[in-house]
């Protein structure tokens, strides 16, 4: 069975702080692909970043970079100098790929208040 | 082109009432998937379609939920004596079929929810 862990809950920052969100992970998958999207208020789920089993190489996209560790089963996510507007729950979330497998598994979220 | 779209965006209905929840997938999107999120909770898988077919229905919770696709595109929720537990926010999320064998991934695109209160 999959399960994804975010032991952090709420989170609140300044405006401008960097913050790491952290997600752990278990599957007995040799190919997965982990994800995270962020709720905001209005509800709709938004796909952030997907990374894939096969690549542990790390990657940053304008403010947001991720940290994946297969060897700590970990998938950490770092937003540089946030802004109000990141305010949100975020989800860590995996999958085991394509068809039957392809359903996404999500952790309880992370709350994350960025003051002005 | 439009997104997901999901109707209606709320529903009331007293206990034991039967309610349906609609989904109208992404055009051409062969997959789709039901999910419901509890407060303060993550989504949770009900259901997967491909095409016309229930590939995965591993978590619809009772015999009290069930799920149609009759055409391969629009799908219903269907939920029969609602308790008050049932009351979550219903997402339905669409996609492409990934690639034979697991070695592709495509991303599933949610639409807004449909927000059951089950009083």
């Known amino acids: 069975a999959q399960k994804v862990t975010q032991a952090q809950t709420e989170i609140s920052v300044v405006e401008k702080e960097d913050v790491t969100l952290d997600c752990v992970y278990e599957?007995?998958?040799?190919?997965?692909?982990l994800f995270w999207y962020k709720q905001p208020p209005s509800g709709e789920l938004v796909f952030l970043i997907r990374r894939n089993s096969f690549d542990e190489q790390n990657e940053i996209s304008g403010r947001y970079s991720w940290n994946f560790q297969k060897s700590t089963s970990s998938f950490n996510f770092t937003i540089t100098a946030s802004q109000v507007v990141d305010s949100a729950v975020y989800f860590c979330?995996?999958?085991?790929?394509?068809?039957?497998?392809?359903?996404?598994?999500f952790g309880k979220g992370i709350t994350l208040s960025v003051r002005p | 082109g439009a997104g997901v779209s999901q109707t209606p965006s709320n529903k009331v209905t007293e206990k034991g009432k039967y309610v349906e929840l609609r989904c109208d997938p992404i055009?051409?999107?062969?997959?789709l998937y039901w999910y419901r999120q509890s407060l303060g909770q993550g989504p949770e898988f009900l259901i997967y379609?491909?095409?016309?077919?229930?590939?995965?229905d591993s978590g619809l919770p009772n015999d009290r939920f069930f799920a149609v696709r009759p055409e391969g595109s629009v799908s219903t929720l269907k939920i029969q004596r609602t308790e008050r537990g049932d009351s979550a926010v219903y997402l339905c999320?669409?996609?492409?079929?990934?690639?034979?064998?697991?070695?592709?991934?495509?991303?599933?695109?949610f639409g807004p929810g449909t927000r059951l209160t089950v009083l």
């Open positions: 055009s051409g999107h062969t997959a």
């Open positions: 599957t007995r998958d040799t190919t997965y692909y």
């Open positions: 379609f491909q095409g016309t077919g229930a590939a995965d």
């Open positions: 999320a669409s996609s492409w079929p990934g690639l034979a064998g697991g070695s592709s991934y495509n991303e599933q695109f």
């Open positions: 979330a995996l999958s085991g790929g394509s068809g039957a497998n392809s359903k996404l598994t």
